[in-house]
């Protein structure tokens, strides 16, 4: 199957996106540990999600990287 070349709008749209999951996904992390800090009366949860946020954001960075040097190589 020939790969077509993507336009600038639709890579423009798709990087757009990247801005957005790095952080929403980093605070969704956070805030998920935070309420489990609430439910379990502990204090440590909240980095642990935190930290857990931060990787999803990058592991989605990395794998739509990827995604698009191998488009551009085909």
Known sequence: ???RK???SE?????????FVL???TFIGWLLGHLLDKAFGTGYLNIVGLIL????????L????????HD???
């Open 1 to 3: 199957m020939v790969a």
């Open 62 to 69: 990395i794998r739509q990287a990827m995604q698009d040097i």
């Open 6 to 8: 993507k336009s600038f």
């Open 11 to 19: 890579q423009a749209a798709e990087y757009s996106t990247l801005a």
């Open 23 to 25: 952080p929403v996904s």
């Open 72 to 74: 551009n190589e085909g």
């Open 53 to 60: 946020g931060i990787v999803a954001g990058f592991v989605k």
